[in-house]
């Protein structure tokens, strides 16, 4: 569902990109408990945690089982936030999140840019116990990366956050941890654990409230604040499952080649 696009150069679908103007529009994707399918068309099957018999999967259960991965390819610039409908100034530009429709409820599973910028900023949930190892920040649910510079530069870049929950990454003092990865423009700028018990935290205790992911739009704060982000979108996929590094590489590379295409192509 596009939400408040006003289909001009900076607000819809143009021959090249997705633009959005940073104001109010964003992209809601359902995702509910409705049955997975494989491309193909046949049925996700798995086993029942309960019975031990196969089953079909629904879409929240395989997120559940195999993790997920959001690639983004575009130019990002910062946007407006609001509270209770008015304008503030806030340090966080929201680019995913994931909702349960309500406009008063934070979204869960938050992805955006802080410091002007220069942090990748999200997280899954939280658990107050659950460190995990590689973030910038002190919290120890919410995960940031420093990227080292602004990522609002007027430049194209291609950015990748995935966590794999198909195996335990490691144990250390901390507990047990989830692979956790992040790539920008084709480089590994940041690997390490996710903890188990946040990850598991957010599935048993979110997922279920959760019915959509908002692209372009998310928040941070329990203040009922949405956080927007402008964008001018070349590329953008969720995953249900964490990406190798050929299969990120392979998306980077192609993507902007296709994108070099449009560009020569309509222009």
């Known amino acids: 569902e596009l939400v408040n696009f006003d289909y001009n150069d900076e607000s819809g679908l143009t021959p090249t990109s997705f633009n959005f103007d940073g104001v109010n529009d964003y992209i809601k994707v359902p995702y509910d408990d409705s049955l997975m399918y494989h491309v193909d068309g046949t049925k996700y099957m798995g086993t029942d945690e309960e019975t031990g018999e196969e089953k079909q999967l629904t879409k929240k259960e395989v997120f559940a089982r195999n993790g997920f991965t959001f690639e983004f390819y575009g130019i990002f610039e910062k946007g407006k936030s609001y509270n209770n409908g008015k304008e503030i100034s806030a340090t966080f530009d929201g680019i995913l999140g994931y909702w349960n429709g309500l406009e008063n409820k934070q979204a869960d599973m938050r ?39 602004s990522l609002y530069d007027g430049k194209p870049h291609y950015l990748s956050v995935s966590v794999d929950v198909s195996e335990k990454y490691k144990k250390d003092g901390n507990g047990e941890h989830f692979k956790h990865t992040v790539y ?22 979110r997922l279920k409230d959760l019915n959509c992911f908002c692209i372009g739009r998310s928040s941070m704060n329990w203040d009922g604040a949405w956080n927007y982000t402008k964008m001018f979108i070349y590329a ?4 249900n499952k964490s990406l190798s590094e050929e299969e990120l590489m392979d998306n980077y590379v192609t993507s902007v080649i296709f994108h070099q295409f449009l560009v020569k192509l309509y222009t």
Do not use: H
Request: proline share 2%.
């Open 236 to 239: 953008m996929r969720i995953y």
């Open 111 to 149: 992805f955006g840019f802080m410091n002007s910028g220069a942090s990748i900023f999200w997280n899954a949930g939280y658990n107050t116990t659950a460190v995990s190892d590689y973030s910038s920040s002190p919290d120890v649910w919410n995960q940031m990366i420093d990227v080292g510079f």
């Open 184 to 205: 920008l423009d084709g480089k590994n700028i940041a690997d390490g654990g996710f903890n188990v018990l946040t990850w598991e935290y957010f599935c048993n205790g």
